[in-house]
């Protein structure tokens, strides 16, 4: 076998967001990229889970699981920083670059939980928490991430007018994966800020994939479907837990999402065999919407 079939990563720097608990879709992603051969940077936030049901973690631990998983003189690196400041999109880009190399894979994982609401509770501050995290950290860090791959031809985007694009090298594309929700499946009573933020990730995917192809960059958006990342357990759920039983009764293979199956479908996307993927929603949820 090929290293790109045993090792389909292998000397890729990969920069990941919300990597702060074990538990979570992030950590999973990470220690895929780490077994597959990437250069893993991740960025981490634990004071946001301090908040929450569930809690924070070891980060110390944490990190020592991904270390163990990556291959041999393979590249590691990881900050704290608070993804609803202005600056910490660049701050996080120009440290993962700092320690790894240019980056070639962006995995937008993070998000704000909890401080939600219904539409009778809205407030401009609950908005702007929600979209500050998710939504426009996410569309910086897209943009300082592409800022490190020369654009073919040197123009100027202006509303209507369609980039120019020269042929790219589609083994040598850049990977940005996104990460939306299941607003578009279904109601999400209580989560109208959390949703309002990550649909418009989902609705921006085409507009924005298509502006990166000029610079050789591919990006999709991932739906992850139900994933247990400690919110629906009994000790520490953050929902009526009558509700996660009448739905688990009606899943196709009898239970939730674990955070490795999405990060199945991301690592695949970060590979070569994903390269004419372009622009798309992908959910992955276990039949959860049927």
Not at 7 to 23: E, M, Q, Y
Not at 100 to 129: K, Q, W
Not at 193 to 217: C, D, M, N
Not at 242 to 270: H, M, V, Y
Request: glycine residues 10%.
């Amino acid at each position: 076998m090929s290293h790109s079939t045993v090792l389909p990563l292998l000397g890729r720097n990969a920069l990941i967001t919300g990597v702060s608990r074990r538990r979570g879709i992030g950590f999973a992603v990470a220690r895929r990229f780490a077994g597959q051969g990437a250069n893993v940077f991740i960025q981490h936030y634990s004071p946001h889970d301090v908040g929450q049901p569930w809690g924070d973690d070891k980060l110390t631990e944490l990190t020592a699981e991904l270390r163990a998983a990556q291959v041999p003189d393979a590249r590691f690196g990881e900050l704290s920083a608070d993804l609803g400041q202005p600056t910490s999109s660049e701050t996080v880009v120009k440290a993962a670059g700092a320690a790894l190399g240019r980056l070639d894979i962006l995995v937008c994982n993070h998000a704000r939980s909890g401080s939600d609401g219904s539409i009778f509770e809205m407030t401009p501050e609950i908005l702007d928490g929600h979209w500050a995290v998710n939504a426009r950290s996410t569309l910086l860090l897209t943009r300082y991430f592409a800022e490190q791959f020369r654009p073919a031809v040197a123009q100027r985007t202006e509303p209507g007018v369609r980039q120019h694009r020269e042929p790219q090298d589609e083994l040598a594309t850049g990977r940005v994966i996104w990460m939306t929700s299941g607003q578009l499946d279904g109601p999400m009573p209580g989560e109208v800020s959390y949703a309002a933020s990550k649909a418009s990730l989902a609705g921006l995917t085409g507009t924005v994939a298509s502006e990166l192809l000029s610079r050789g960059i591919i990006l999709n958006t991932v739906n992850p479907g139900p994933v247990n990342t400690g919110y629906m357990d009994p000790d520490t759920a953050d929902r009526p837990l009558e509700g996660l039983q009448k739905a688990l009764k009606r899943l196709p293979f009898g239970r939730f999402g674990a955070p490795e199956d999405p990060a199945r479908l991301i690592s695949w996307l970060a590979s070569e065999d994903a390269r004419w993927i372009i622009g798309q929603v992908l959910t992955s949820d276990g039949g959860f919407r049927l």
